[in-house]
């Protein structure tokens, strides 16, 4: 936004680009699933590297529009979509006043199974369930008050996966992984004694496969009644050393909705799985560097923002799990290039800035120590976890655990991705890397010996 702002309205898109940002940017990300990946579509998006095509149209668009939102031609409800970095900081700084997290599409995602979260929350109620969230997930915090407890638990599922890859000849594929990255989320989450109840897993599966279709598919009322009676259970246990138990302990009030929030830490740490799995092929394809991390990582004191966790950043970076942003903005609003009328959706597509040639340095490659500088990637929009006043209040949690497990299973092996040229540090990293497609291949380490990636 800017002072010396335009009265007239803001640029719009013709008709054929709209269409072409439907058709490259928006489509193929929904196909994938917003809430609940399609394995099946990420594998298609992948191989015809449709999300490059995303990142080209907003890049031609950027050149003939310049800054400001564009708005898109599209029935029923102003939309723009944010082409210009600054614009960017700009939308996330000033969330949730005049761009809030409610947005209208992904309101009616999130109500299938979390309708009176944070995220989809407006006014008193979203600033009270936002402090509880800060509060229970630490935020503000770049170690949690339950992070040894938690570092426990990613070890002892580490050992138990690597014994259980024994059994597999040797091969380590997604589905392996993702049960015992279930079994870690339900332990931090709910506690040790969540660790093999797959039924709640499953029924939060479903309500999101429901929620990907939004206002489209009808609510499943029964099955998300009893989900939260699922979690109610947790919540009366409030098992030590788990997010539950910490939620138990705040004494919430019934507007701040408490067992509400719970859904969203569940899910949001799959997507976290995912990036924990591509940073593992990462560190394949760059051993040099997958070694300076595991030396660190066994050091005494491992820095702030150590190499592992740098990876992890790295996968959400060239690979974002949330790549569309949303905000709606509450009230008109005055750009330097026009007007931006009230309840526009805001569309930051997550992609574009985080792989834009033009001005980023070696966009398209592993460049890991950017993360590891003070200043990290600077004012320009790297936004693996949102940012702003709306930023994931879990970061921290979703850092400290996904760098744990890499360094738990490295710890324990030695893994070659399988093909080896699937990811090839030499080249251009591609525009997606499906997690449901990778397998890794372990080879058992020799005593003594220096564990690489």
Same mark, same amino acid.
């Given at each position: 936004?800017?002072?010396?702002?335009?009265?007239?309205?803001?640029?719009?898109?013709?008709?054929?680009?709209?269409?072409?940002?439907?058709?490259?940017?928006?489509?193929?990300n929904?196909?994938?699933?917003?809430?609940?990946?399609?394995?099946?579509?990420?594998?298609?998006?992948e191989?015809?590297?449709?999300?490059?095509?995303g990142?080209?149209?907003?890049?031609?668009?950027?050149?003939?529009?310049?800054?400001?939102?564009?708005?898109?031609?599209?029935?029923?409800?102003?939309?723009?979509?944010?082409?210009?970095?600054?614009?960017?900081?700009?939308?996330?700084?000033?969330?949730?006043?005049?761009?809030?997290?409610?947005?209208?599409?992904?309101?009616?995602?999130?109500?299938?199974?979390?309708?009176?979260?944070?995220?989809?929350?407006?006014?008193k109620?979203?600033?009270?369930?936002?402090?509880?969230?800060?509060?229970?997930?630490?935020?503000?915090?770049?170690?949690h008050?339950? +992070?040894? *407890?938690?570092?426990?638990?990613?070890? @002892?599922? =580490?050992? #138990?996966?690597? &014994?259980?890859?024994?059994?597999?000849?040797?091969?380590?594929?997604?589905?392996?992984?993702?049960?015992?990255?279930?079994?870690?989320?339900r332990?931090?989450?709910?506690?040790?004694?969540?660790?093999?109840?797959?039924?709640?897993?499953?029924?939060?599966?479903?309500?999101?496969?429901?929620?990907n279709?939004?206002?489209?598919?009808?609510?499943?009322?029964r099955?998300?009644?009893?989900?939260?009676?699922?979690?109610?259970?947790?919540?009366?246990?409030a098992?030590?050393?788990?997010?539950?138990?910490?939620?138990?302990?705040?004494?919430a009030?019934?507007?701040?909705?408490?067992l509400?929030?719970?859904?969203?830490?569940?899910?949001?740490?799959?997507?976290?799985g995912?990036?924990?799995?591509? +940073?593992? *092929?990462?560190?394949?394809?760059?051993? @040099?560097? =997958?070694? #300076?991390?595991? &030396?660190?990582?066994?050091?005494?004191?491992?820095?702030?923002?150590?190499?592992l966790t740098?990876?992890?950043l790295?996968?959400?970076?060239?690979?974002?799990?949330?790549?569309?942003?949303?905000?709606?903005?509450?009230?008109?609003?005055?750009w330097?290039q026009?007007?931006?009328?009230?309840?526009?959706s805001?569309?930051?597509?997550?992609?574009?800035?985080?792989?834009?040639?033009?001005y980023?340095?070696?966009?398209?490659?592993?460049?890991p120590?950017?993360?590891?500088?003070p200043?990290?990637?600077?004012?320009?929009?790297?936004?693996?976890?949102?940012?702003?006043?709306g930023?994931?209040?879990?970061?921290?949690i979703?850092?400290?655990?996904?760098?744990?497990?890499?360094?738990?299973?490295?710890?324990? *092996?030695?893994?070659?991705?399988?093909?080896?040229?699937?990811l090839?540090?030499?080249?251009?990293?591609?525009?997606?890397?499906?997690?449901?497609?990778?397998?890794?291949?372990?080879?058992?380490?020799q005593?003594?010996?220096?564990?690489?990636?």
């Open positions: 936004m800017d002072r010396r702002s335009n009265p007239a309205p803001l640029p719009t898109a013709t008709l054929s680009e709209t269409i072409a940002i439907v058709c490259r940017v928006i489509a193929p929904v196909a994938k699933g917003v809430i609940r990946r399609r394995p099946k579509i990420v594998g298609v998006v191989r015809f590297a449709l999300d490059a095509q990142v080209q149209q907003l890049q031609a668009l950027s050149q003939k529009y310049g800054r400001g939102p564009l708005m898109l031609k599209v029935p029923g409800k102003p939309m723009a979509v944010v082409l210009d970095p600054a614009d960017a900081n700009d939308v996330l700084e000033h969330t949730p006043e005049p761009f809030a997290t409610d947005e209208r599409l992904k309101r009616s995602a999130l109500g299938h199974f979390e309708p009176e979260m944070a995220l989809v929350s407006s006014g109620a979203r600033e009270k369930r936002r402090a509880l969230n800060e509060r229970v997930l630490q935020s503000s915090c770049p170690r008050t339950f +992070a040894e *407890a938690f570092t426990r638990i990613v070890e @002892e599922e =580490a050992e #138990q996966l690597v &014994a259980r890859v024994g059994t597999r000849f040797d091969e380590l594929d997604w589905a392996t992984f993702h049960v015992t990255w279930e079994r870690i989320v332990r931090i989450v709910l506690g040790d004694i969540a660790r093999y109840d797959r039924t709640l897993t499953k029924e939060l599966a479903t309500l999101r496969k429901a929620a279709w939004g206002f489209m598919h009808p609510k499943r009322k099955l998300q009644q009893r989900f939260e009676r699922h979690l109610a259970f947790y919540y009366q246990r098992e030590p050393n788990s997010l539950m138990a910490m939620l138990s302990a705040q004494g009030e019934s507007e701040q909705a408490p509400q929030q719970v859904p969203q830490w569940l899910f949001a740490f799959e997507p976290a995912m990036a924990a799995f591509r +940073a593992l *092929a990462l560190l394949c394809a760059h051993p @040099e560097f =997958a070694a #300076q991390a595991m &030396a660190e990582a066994d050091g005494t004191s491992p820095p702030a923002v150590d190499r740098a990876s992890v790295e996968s959400l970076r060239l690979w974002p799990t949330t790549p569309l942003i949303l905000r709606q903005s509450t009230r008109l609003t005055q330097k026009g007007t931006l009328p009230a309840h526009t805001l569309l930051i597509h997550t992609p574009y800035f985080h792989r834009d040639e033009r980023l340095h070696a966009a398209h490659q592993f460049m120590e950017m993360w590891l500088t200043d990290g990637p600077g004012q320009w929009p790297l936004v693996p976890f949102s940012g702003g006043p930023v994931c209040p879990g970061r921290h979703v850092l400290l655990v996904t760098s744990r497990l890499l360094a738990a299973l490295q710890r324990r *092996a030695r893994w070659t991705l399988q093909p080896p040229e699937k090839n540090g030499q080249v251009p990293m591609p525009s997606l890397l499906s997690p449901f497609h990778l397998r890794f291949r372990r080879e058992h380490l005593p003594n010996s220096a564990t690489t990636a």
